[in-house]
């Protein structure tokens, strides 16, 4: 731990795996201490509602109401809606479940009546019971664009719609030019006891790049000379859930823990100053370090709590 030990800790997620990571963080940290930067790459319109996954994937996994087997949307679930728009021949390949669309209506008036997003994920954290700082990245859309064979989709049409069958050659992350980065982040990078900031295992294509290019993020982390934990979303070649080992493939990268790290070292050079892997990947361990990065060998895979509580203390001892 750093001098600045009681300081914030700064959480980077997008998708389930960084969720479950931040789980096991607000475990472990007082809740005033855990800030988490939500990527928003992923929202979208969709039937005249907002949809933020990456915010309500966090906001539902520690507010203990996540459906754990989906690892998206609310635990006891119904689709009474969803079926009352199938009978309205409405798009219903995105599945909105009917506690589900609460959020998306209550989100979509607060925004209507001129709440920023940020405004509104902290309301809607306050009344979810969750008492950690959750973050958009932005409050400026900055939607993710998937360039595929089948020409360039938005995010959820790649990833759910079509189920990321398409083959993947880029990304791109429309107006990430002008958008600025939410201004809690930006006023945490200036704070002189920010005590570290920890990048989850997402994807890290469309979950942390769109954090780190936004605004310049990466270098003001970098001129934070704060220390900066990463843990990757690959191991013995699969990631443990969505596209990321696919994309890799897809983009001629190795599918390795190692391909992950070596992404970050090229796009953020001197950002990451320890690399997490698991014990299954140990032989990576000096090929990461020659990129200039700690590394350190532990069990990353996340089941039950105790386990994402015990990789949030590696976490936080490596700050
Ligand atoms: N993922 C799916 O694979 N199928 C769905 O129908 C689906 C609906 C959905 C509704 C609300 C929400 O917050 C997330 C939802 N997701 C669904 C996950 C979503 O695609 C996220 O972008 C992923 O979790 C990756 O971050």
Redesign the pocket.
């Known amino acids: 731990m750093s001098t600045t030990a009681a300081g914030p800790v700064l959480a980077l997620s997008?998708?389930?795996g960084?969720a479950k990571l931040c789980l096991g963080l607000s475990d472990c940290l007082p809740a005033e201490r855990l800030h988490i930067a939500c990527?928003t790459g992923?929202d979208f319109q969709h039937l005249g509602l907002t949809?933020?996954?990456?915010?309500?994937?966090v906001l539902?996994t520690l507010s203990g109401r996540n459906d754990t087997t989906?690892?998206?949307?609310l635990a006891g679930e119904t689709w009474e809606v969803l079926q009352a728009l199938q009978t309205l021949e409405a798009d219903t390949?995105?599945?909105?479940?009917d506690r589900?669309l609460a959020?998306?209506l209550w989100r979509a008036g607060e925004l209507a009546r001129g709440g920023t997003l940020s405004a509104v994920t902290a309301e809607l954290a306050r009344r979810l019971g969750v008492r950690a700082q959750v973050y958009p990245m932005s409050d400026d859309p900055v939607p993710t664009l998937v360039q595929t064979d089948a020409g360039e989709l938005a995010?959820?049409e790649y990833?759910?719609r079509e189920?990321c069958r398409p083959r993947v050659s880029g990304f791109r992350f429309r107006d990430i030019d002008t958008a600025r980065l939410q201004p809690s982040l930006a006023a945490l990078c200036s704070a002189s006891d920010l005590a570290g900031v920890i990048i989850c295992p997402?994807?890290p294509f469309?979950?942390i790049d769109p954090i780190l290019q936004l605004d310049n993020f990466w270098q003001t982390l970098r001129q934070c000379n704060t220390r900066v934990v990463a843990v990757a979303p690959i191991v013995a070649g699969q990631a443990l859930k969505?596209p990321a080992a696919k994309m890799m493939a897809e983009l001629g990268m190795p599918v390795t823990a190692g391909g992950v790290a070596e992404h970050y070292a090229r796009h953020y050079p001197g950002l990451v100053t320890t690399f997490v892997i698991d014990h299954s990947d140990a032989t990576l361990a000096a090929e990461i370090a020659a990129l200039g990065m700690e590394v350190q060998v532990r069990s990353t895979v996340m089941q039950e709590r105790a386990s994402k509580q015990a990789l949030a203390k590696t976490c936080l001892e490596l700050l």
Not at 93 to 97: P, Y
């Open positions: 997008g998708g389930v960084g990527n992923d949809i933020c996954p990456d915010i309500d994937t539902y989906r690892g998206w949307g390949w995105f599945r909105l479940g589900d959020t998306h995010f959820q990833f759910v189920q997402s994807n469309v979950s969505g």
